[in-house]
């Protein structure tokens, strides 16, 4: 159906629109709509109408106050019509308006896509039709409250969906709700967009140092299982690299763009993990955030969480996991309700969970859900080959960090002494030596400047003094040898001056006090 539009500038006098309507009336003309603003009238009719437009024109340029009449593509009210359709279909997030009952009176293309009915099927439906618990928007209709990311669960038959909503009054002119919009959006959208904010930098296979035949077949292992979904379990001593492997089994698979959890299960009190791990509704505990809590396992969906240290969590929590990795789904605390989740599971621990099982203290069936592909990392000691090379790795990375450039390398020796250490805290231990030696160091890192034991840190660490001194002597002693120290390594009394954060004025005068022979600068 076709139609013509007009727009008729006129006088603002009472009567003109009234003597507009009855010219109309006369052509036999029946308007479909009409618009009235100070001075502007806008009309719309069909095109068969069966008048002589010309005649129609001239008639109305007639009328008493009439300045000017053309045809126009759209009355105002179409034209913002038109607007808003494209804004509701540009947005994806679904959104939809309903009255005071609570019936649909309108939605745009993504709440059809959500809903999986479309908006003339839907139009005239009570909204709860299409969710599975009690809305938010009720209240919102009859009350008035508004409300902000509220999570629901959308029912279709089988099809269980999980959506975060937002929702809006429709006010008349006393401020009383005669309807509500609401916007639904996809948990997974949201947590892609926290994830894409939140991410730390990933690492690969290709961050993973070293170069003996042991670390080289685990690495092999860890790549061919990265292909697939099966829950990997990584054992070694503490400080082997368990996490490390974890994000590059990760980042090798098909789940590289989706999140990365990683949990420490021995940093959490016992009566924190569940609720971490799972989630829970508002109101399940004293003290619970209003709305509740998304857990890991959901913020992890489509992707992987690690839970490092897997043996330290107790029996209670050892029974929900367990049902997870074989139901796939996760319960909040204080909810009935079963949450699907897609995630990979990655274990660590340096525990000997065979030992475990067999004292009660980790239950078999979890063991055997969680060992289905079993990853041993080698300690240190057991690929000595990779330890130059690991040395060579953190001078280099950390002497960026410290802002140590100067260090050229390690002395023979000092790689020597590391070569004959036993390593019981591993790769970790390895990198906290560099990173000590670095700071007390010139050139090259020597003998003496790898403190490894306790010994040498308190005989590097805590100068002695005669204890007959005084308070400021000791002092004054302290910030001679710093002074000394400090210009032995500078190149210049200036640099040695930033070192210490003070003036270059201030470290000739002190140098002059403590009768310390000065440089050149």
Request: net charge neutral; hydrophobic share 40%; aromatic share 6%.
């Amino acid at each position: 159906m076709k139609f013509h539009r007009f727009m008729i500038h006129a006088s603002d006098r009472a009567g003109m629109t009234l003597e507009v309507l009855k010219l109309f009336y006369g052509h036999g003309i029946n308007l479909t709509d009409i618009e009235v603003e100070p001075g502007t009238i806008c009309v719309k009719f069909e095109q068969d109408a069966g008048c002589d437009i010309g005649t129609l024109i001239s008639d109305v340029s007639n009328l008493d106050g009439v300045v000017d009449i053309h045809d126009i593509e759209l009355i105002p009210s179409e034209e913002k019509q038109k607007y808003l359709n494209t804004v509701l279909n540009a947005i994806s997030e679904g959104i939809i308006a309903v009255d005071k009952q609570g019936m649909i009176t309108k939605m745009n293309p993504a709440s059809e896509k959500i809903l999986k009915v479309k908006k003339e099927n839907a139009a005239g439906k009570n909204i709860s039709t299409f969710f599975s618990a009690q809305l938010p928007i009720e209240k919102t209709i009859s009350k008035g409250e508004p409300y902000n990311n509220v999570e629901i669960m959308l029912n279709n038959g089988s099809d269980h969906s999980h959506y975060i909503t937002s929702g809006r009054p429709i006010l008349d002119e006393d401020d009383k709700p005669i309807g509500a919009v609401a916007t639904l959006q996809d948990i997974g959208s949201v947590m892609d967009l926290v994830y894409s904010f939140t991410a730390s930098p990933m690492v690969t296979f290709d961050d993973i140092i070293g170069e003996s035949k042991k670390i080289k077949r685990v690495e092999t292992i860890a790549k061919s299982v990265a292909k697939g979904n099966s829950t990997v379990l990584i054992r070694g001593e503490t400080g082997t690299g368990k996490e490390l492997f974890a994000r590059s089994i990760h980042m090798a698979s098909l789940r590289r763009n989706k999140p990365f959890v990683a949990v420490n299960c021995a940093a959490l009190p016992d009566t924190l993990l569940e609720s971490e791990l799972f989630g829970y509704d508002e109101g399940a505990f004293t003290g619970a955030k209003k709305g509740g809590k998304q857990g890991l396992f959901k913020y992890a969906d489509k992707g992987t969480i690690f839970l490092d240290e897997i043996g330290e969590i107790p029996t209670h929590i050892q029974v929900k996991l367990l049902r997870v990795l074989q139901e796939r789904k996760i319960r909040k605390v204080g909810s009935e309700e079963e949450i699907p989740v897609d995630v990979r599971v990655i274990a660590a621990t340096n525990r000997n969970l065979e030992k475990m099982v067999a004292n009660g203290q980790f239950r078999e069936d979890l063991y055997y859900r969680l060992n289905v592909i079993p990853i041993f990392l080698p300690p240190l000691r057991e690929r000595k080959d990779d330890i130059p090379v690991l040395a060579w790795h953190f001078i280099n990375t950390l002497s960026q960090k410290l802002g140590r450039e100067d260090v050229k390398g390690i002395d023979d020796a000092a790689m020597n002494k590391l070569m004959n250490y036993d390593w019981p805290g591993n790769i970790r231990e390895l990198s906290n030596i560099i990173e000590r030696a670095l700071n007390l160091c010139n050139d090259y890192i020597q003998p003496e400047q790898l403190i490894i034991d306790e010994q040498e840190i308190n005989s590097s660490c805590m100068p002695t003094y005669d204890k007959n001194l005084k308070l400021k002597d000791v002092v004054a002693q302290a910030e001679k040898d710093v002074i000394g120290l400090t210009l032995n390594e500078s190149s210049s009394i200036r640099k040695a001056a930033v070192k210490l954060g003070i003036s270059h004025s201030t470290l000739i005068t002190k140098m002059k006090k403590y009768g310390i022979e000065r440089k050149r600068s």
